[in-house]
């Protein structure tokens, strides 16, 4: 089968991660060129992954051997980059967000579709094996009708571990728009599209330290609130809270759980791939509670004891590492071929990209005008990674 050839913009840390995966994973994907403002940074990558192309961006957009760009700049270029890879006739697949305001997003799919070209964006998580699994038990029934769920993202930010943190507190970053994609998606995935969304914000930081090398002891300007309460409501009925949070320095709370009519699923972490999935029906604590004797029923079901009733569920989906990241770019080619929707494609992240946005006003509840459908669960016994139709 023909290689589809990739031209990446953007060589930064997470290129790398890319370069690993496709190296491993994704076989029929050929990376012949990339790009980058800082052109050292672009013939580094060249050399470490014996990429055959350096060039400007311009070049790399007007290269007929190129059949998508894979974007991944920082957040505030993804519109520029995007709009600019469409209007030159190429697909397009874009780190999170698809860009800075909905309105942009609308005009990239109005674009693309006038064009007649894709785009695609991350996150892909959500098609790992950890929220595939989730997804099937909620499908079928496992847990009833879901009713809510919890979402926490809690930590300390970026700047003990990323070598150049800075745009993760300006515009485009902070935790909602830098690590809110995972999680909304992953709800979005399995819940559905929101219909109402509402947030208060704070910022515990006018200025942050780095402690990461190279530039450890710089200070560094926050520009966007580090810490988000919302609310969502779903169109399917169920509510959630969202916590996201750079301002933590250590939290017990859950990453993901989703809850049911009949038991609750612990969803394993939306930035990751992988991960265990618990479940508990109602029928194992219901049977606890009948069988206590007397009083000692009394409060049974609010006792740390009671979280030995959940199951371990084994994974519905076979996947050779942890970090699957470039999963939803194969899926877009696929898509491609076989004329169907990709499922990470533009009509979902412009949604989740107004959810965020709605919940970016202070202290308002926002009607959420887009809606999408829930992408296509994985085949059943699919090898995640050897995706192909």
């Excluded at 290689?3 to 994973?25: A, M």
């Excluded at 920082?74 to 397009?92: D, R």
């Excluded at 790992?128 to 919890?150: N, S």
């Excluded at 194992?284 to 009394?298: F, S, T, Y």
Aim: net charge negative; with cysteine.
């Amino acid at each position: 089968m023909e290689k589809t050839r990739i031209g990446i913009i953007g060589c930064g840390v997470i290129s790398e991660v890319y370069l690993n995966n496709i190296r491993r994973f994704y076989g029929r994907i050929r990376v012949v060129s990339c790009a980058d403002r800082i052109r050292e940074k672009a013939e580094a990558l060249a050399a470490s992954y014996d990429i055959g192309k350096v060039c400007t961006v311009e070049e790399l957009l007007a290269d007929p051997q190129i059949d998508i760009v894979l974007n991944l700049t920082i957040p505030q270029a993804h519109y520029e980059i995007n709009q600019k890879a469409v209007t030159a006739g190429k697909h397009v697949y874009c780190e999170k967000p698809l860009a800075l305001t909905v309105r942009e997003a609308e005009e990239l799919r109005r674009l693309a579709k006038e064009k007649g070209v894709r785009i695609g964006c991350a996150p892909d998580t959500f098609l790992g094996a950890g929220l595939q699994t989730c997804r099937r038990l909620i499908d079928e029934g496992w847990i009833g009708k879901p009713v809510g769920a919890t979402a926490n993202m809690m930590n300390h930010g970026t700047e003990t571990w990323h070598r150049s943190p800075d745009f993760y507190y300006q515009p485009g970053g902070g935790p909602l728009f830098d690590m809110g994609p995972y999680y909304i998606t992953a709800l979005v995935s399995l819940l559905g599209p929101v219909e109402k969304a509402g947030c208060f914000s704070t910022k515990g930081f006018e200025q942050r330290r780095i402690y990461s090398m190279p530039r450890r002891g710089e200070s560094i300007r926050v520009e966007v609130p580090t810490h988000y309460a919302g609310i969502l409501r779903f169109r399917s009925g169920a509510v959630a809270n969202i916590n996201l949070s750079f301002d933590a320095w250590l939290s017990n709370l859950p990453k993901l759980e989703i809850y049911g009519t009949e038991g609750t699923i612990v969803v394993p972490d939306p930035n990751r791939f992988d991960g265990e999935v618990k479940l508990i029906r109602r029928e194992a604590l219901l049977d606890a509670v009948e069988a206590a004797p007397g009083d000692e029923a009394a409060g049974l079901l609010s006792r740390p004891e009671m979280w030995e009733k959940y199951r371990v569920m084994p994974s519905l989906y076979r996947q050779p590492d942890g970090n699957m990241r470039g999963i939803g770019l194969l899926d877009m080619i696929c898509a491609i071929e076989n004329q169907r929707p990709a499922r990470a494609g533009a009509e979902l992240a412009g949604h989740v990209l107004e959810v965020m946005e709605c919940l970016s006003r202070e202290d308002a509840v926002s009607a959420v005008a887009s809606s999408c459908e829930r992408p296509a669960p994985m085949p059943a016994g699919l090898e995640i990674g050897e995706l192909d139709e």
